[in-house]
């Protein structure tokens, strides 16, 4: 059986998954895309012998899509991302879920009220085989309790329009989920601190970056987001735990000797650091369609990284340790 998707924005992340529906993934196939901007959708569904829409909506109504991938402009995500549960279709919806924590809380209302999961949040570290490697260690209490945690995230550079909010919550939104599902933790507190700012950036921005986090057990995060770094795009974690550390691996390649110098290359972007873990988290997003039941980021890790973010940006502004209030989490989203 084919699972027929219909994808809801065809910008340059819509048409990435879009390439990995086609080429990549087996057992799926878009049928159907809509844009804003019609001509664009016409042009992405010619390439595929899909049908360009008039809407998202029309994406989503159509009898044809069983699914739906929503990669539209942020601000639309939670009206396409509730249209989909009430046509009863399964929806990928890149992050942020919702651009606000009440329209989170709307969606995690609707998935319940239709009685399973319909909504899978595009967090995509979670698929990233170091990830991965790292959460069996600290899972398998190799190195015992996590205490402390240290991340960065590094860009070589970010344009004009990149502002000191974005620090947190397009960057470091993907550390948020990844600690919580990480250590199986909820963060309770965040706290910005400003370092002196590099001179290779806009005067608006605030950069670098360091934030910190403390969980509901006591552990602490600290994360350093350096998005005009230069040399390219780096992300590192590491915890420490009670009896042992263990340490995100660098991406793979080789090592040069010559000339009297030991040297590797360092990435340029997150489309070739992530690409492996985007193209595993649509494989697996497709397969628990096909077994009924999905696994991946759910609903509730959408509203956590939304609340989070808020009091996150809170901190940046006040200079303050701000607290971190989630609701209870509901039953129909585990423990």
Known sequence: MTIHIGVVGTGMIGQDHIRRITDVV???????????????????????????????????????????????????????????????????????????????????????????????????????????????????????????????????????????????????????????????????????????????????????????????????????VFVNCQYGYDIQCETVGETGVVRLPDPADVWLRSSAQLRTNVLQGWEQRFAAAFDLEFVEWVASMHDGRLAGPSAWDGYAAAVITDATTEALHSGRVVAVTLKDRPAFYGS
């Open 26 to 224: 087996t057992g799926a196939d878009v049928v159907a895309v809509a844009d804003v901007d019609f001509d664009r959708a016409e042009e992405v569904a010619s390439g595929i012998n899909a049908r360009a829409l008039p809407t998202g909506h029309d994406v989503i109504n159509d009898s044809l899509v069983d699914a739906v991938v929503v990669t539209s402009w942020g601000p639309t995500h939670a009206e396409y991302v509730l249209a989909a549960i009430e046509a009863g279709k399964y929806v990928f919806c890149e992050k942020p879920l919702a651009t606000t924590a009440e329209d989170c809380l709307r969606i995690i209302e609707a998935e319940q009220a239709f009685g399973r999961r319909l909504v899978q949040v595009g967090f995509m570290r979670r698929y990233d085989a170091g990830y991965r490697s790292m959460k069996r260690v600290i899972d398998g209490g190799e190195i015992g309790s996590p205490l402390v945690m240290h991340c960065a995230h590094r860009n070589r550079t970010v344009p004009e329009s990149y502002h000191s909010e974005m620090a947190v919550q397009d960057t470091a939104v993907h550390e948020i989920d990844t600690v919580r599902w990480l250590l199986d933790d909820e963060i309770v507190s965040a706290q910005v601190i400003k370092p002196r700012k590099t001179t290779k950036r806009f005067e608006h921005l605030q950069d670098p970056q360091i934030m910190l986090f403390e969980t509901a057990s006591g552990a602490r995060i600290d994360l350093e």
